[in-house]
């Protein structure tokens, strides 16, 4: 076995390869495991509670676009909206990997599981996106349309894998302005939303709509603020202003760039 394991190094050292143990990664996972745990210890002596899960460090190692600090403001909001009445949304789902950290930390509830994707990929940029962060190197905010596109076989699979129920989630399918004007299925009422469509408009639209269906205590998140296209952060400080206009009605806090781009609007009336 030990001359095998040599020859097989040998060969890949000439193709330019190393062998490692898959033990290395396993370690990383516990590391990383054990300091998501220190620090939900933490937010809990500071009377944050989030309940302990052991398949909530498997899912924020498996996020992408969504930083393990950004997904604990979503782990904590939840936890914090979760006698709020009204269901939990996602508006930009692609391949599923935060559905089902969202989901994950609802299945000890009842609330139901309300996600949104054209699963088209990115929708076409307003006047108001530019280009802030070429984040793929395509040179043009215009040049986005349709990237990120996956089959919305993918969040199926992601949700199916947590043993999510599949009564428990709705798929609307199709472009948010369409939805919104056309789709009977709509949610009345929202707790808690996590915003991550790209773009201004169906930022702005979506955020409309929240506005109409969410009530104290529920929360939003909207991803990528003042990062990617400038369009995100317009549409939310528009939003703002326009709601908070007479009183306050939403409270904002912007995360510090160095732990990721996102806003958290708290509904305070
Ligand atoms: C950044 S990805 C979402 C990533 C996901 N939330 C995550 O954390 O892994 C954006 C998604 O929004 C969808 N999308 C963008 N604009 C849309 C629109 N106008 N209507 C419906 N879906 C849209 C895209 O198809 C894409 O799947």
Redesign the pocket.
């Known amino acids: 076995m030990k001359i095998l394991k040599k020859a097989i190094k040998k060969a890949l050292a000439v193709l330019g390869y190393e062998l490692h143990s898959s033990s290395g990664e396993r370690d990383i996972f516990i590391n990383f495991s054990n300091l998501a745990q220190a620090y939900e210890q933490r937010l809990n002596e500071l009377g944050i509670f989030i309940v302990a899960n052991e398949i909530r460090s498997k899912l924020l190692v498996r996020?992408?676009?969504?930083q393990p600090a950004e997904a604990y403001f979503i782990v904590h909001a939840l936890a914090e909206c979760k006698d709020v009445s009204g269901v939990v949304c996602?508006f930009?789902?692609?391949?599923?990997?935060?559905?089902a950290l969202i989901a994950n930390e609802i299945q000890s509830g009842n609330k139901i599981l309300h996600l949104?994707?054209?699963?088209?990929?990115?929708?076409k940029p307003t006047k108001e996106d530019q280009l802030k962060d070429d984040i793929f190197s395509l040179g043009s905010i215009e040049a986005y349309t349709g990237t990120?596109?996956?089959p919305e076989e993918m969040v199926r699979t992601r949700l199916k894998a947590i043993s999510f129920p599949p009564q428990r989630f709705v798929i609307h399918k199709?472009?948010?302005?369409q939805l919104i004007s056309d789709d009977v299925s709509l949610p009345k009422a929202v707790s808690f939303a996590?915003v991550?469509?790209?773009?201004y408009?169906?930022i702005k639209l979506t955020l409309n709509f929240l506005h109409q269906t969410t009530s104290t205590g529920a929360i939003i998140i909207v991803?990528d603020y003042d990062f990617f296209s400038t369009g995100v952060k317009t549409a939310v400080d528009e939003f703002l202003e326009e709601k908070n206009a007479s009183e306050l009605i939403y409270e904002c806090m912007v995360s510090n760039k160095r732990y990721g781009c996102f806003a958290v609007l708290k509904r305070k009336g």
């Open positions: 996020l992408t676009g969504t996602e930009g789902v692609a391949q599923g990997e935060t559905s949104f994707d054209s699963f088209e990929g990115l929708s990120m596109s996956c199709g472009l948010i302005d996590y991550d469509f790209d773009f408009e169906p991803d």
